[in-house]
């Protein structure tokens, strides 16, 4: 068997299409959907994440407000600007790059977005929502892999779905979305004793544990779905997923390449996230 690949890139591209004539509507009814992002410190991942939000944004003629500070920035400085960005009625989305330096406290900084501007979904009130089966913002990168699996039709309902990592931005929001779907999940992480008994018995299987190449075929039962979620950056500088995509793709139905897959979806999700803020707050039908 050879694997039907996954195109994330191309699958962004058109959504980013139908967003860009969605941002001229809206635009026509004068609504000008603006996205602040903050970036505290000199992570390069982080960085480089950033200019592609910002660029992207230009992009879809969405405004981009960049807030770059210094890694020693203090916490009530940062909580200062959260609740300017809150009560600026021209920003609609605010997004707080992560990870955050090891000083501030990640939980206290999220909680401070405005739930109806948290287009990353990270606040305790839409992860709350999400809980509830009733989501307000869903975290981008899990909407990018359920919006991946619906545009090639891959049934989700009564399957063995395991979700390897366990984090706000990715693990936990993904089990979420597919339990919704009906899908039995199981979550692995760093603690799991016999993973590959685990994973050898999913249909579905979704790794997000930023280890280079980890998931090998041996790893898989033959026909399975892999969504590899990991961006890991080799010595090389060559950029590779957390799934091994050569041995992999011989045994899989369907795979995600890295890049191309379920990267460039999360900052289209990012974007839909963005408009559906400012329609929120202009009460548009949505
Ligand atoms: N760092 C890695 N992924 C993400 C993401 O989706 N949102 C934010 N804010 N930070 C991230």
Redesign the pocket.
């Known amino acids: 068997m050879k694997a039907e690949i996954l195109d994330g890139k191309n699958l962004a591209l058109k959504i980013k299409e139908e967003l860009k004539r969605e941002v001229q509507d809206l635009k026509n009814q004068g609504i000008n959907p603006c996205l602040a992002v903050v970036l505290v410190g000199e992570n390069k991942?982080?960085q480089k994440?950033v200019s592609f939000k910002e660029k992207t944004c230009k992009e879809l003629d969405i405004k981009s407000l960049v807030f770059r500070l210094p890694e020693n920035t203090e916490e009530t400085s940062l909580i200062k600007l959260i609740d300017e960005l809150n009560e600026n009625s021209q920003v609609n989305g605010i997004?707080?790059?992560?990870?955050l330096p090891k000083h501030l406290n990640q939980n206290k900084v999220l909680e401070r977005i405005s739930p109806f501007k948290d287009v990353?979904g990270?606040t305790p009130f839409c992860l709350g929502r999400l809980l509830i089966d009733s989501p307000l913002f869903i975290?981008?990168?899990p909407k990018g892999v359920i919006r991946i699996l619906d545009e090639y039709k891959i049934n989700l309902e009564g399957k063995q779905a395991v979700v390897i990592g366990r984090s706000i931005?990715?693990g936990k929001p993904l089990s979420l979305l597919l339990l919704k779907r009906n899908a039995t999940v199981t979550m692995c992480h760093s603690k799991t004793m016999n993973l590959q008994d685990i994973t050898k018995k999913a249909d579905i299987l979704c790794v997000a544990i930023g280890r280079e190449k980890f998931i090998t075929s041996n790893m898989i039962k033959k026909g399975a779905v892999v969504i590899d979620i990991g961006i890991n950056v080799t010595a090389s500088g060559k950029v590779v997923g957390d799934v091994n995509f050569d041995d992999v793709k011989e045994k899989a139905s369907y795979i995600t390449p890295v890049p191309g897959g379920v990267g460039p979806m999360?900052i289209a999700m990012?974007m839909e996230n963005t408009i559906h803020a400012a329609k929120l707050q202009q009460r548009v039908a949505i």
Request: proline content about 12%.
């Open positions: 991942s982080s994440y997004l707080i790059q992560l990870p990353d990270f975290p981008c990168t931005i990715v999360t990012l």
